[in-house]
């Protein structure tokens, strides 16, 4: 999914929050690849997908409890 903001129109507002929330992304796809060891198992699991064992979102969302954004 891509998104496409114009900055210009936010006024700058939700410019540090993107910014933000692409460093959270990051930070779950590098604990991913972290711990990883060879070629990933990724499997379909009720709509979502895991990876390696462990869903992305859920790391996502615990992160995002984490540090209150």
Known sequence: MKVYLDFKSLNGVWYPLTHLVATL????????????????????????????????QRRLLDLRNRTGH
């Open 25 to 56: 992304y990051a930070s779950v796809s590098a604990s991913f690849v972290i711990e990883q060891e060879g070629l990933p198992l990724i499997e379909p699991d009720g709509g979502s997908w895991k990876w390696n064992g462990d869903f992305p």
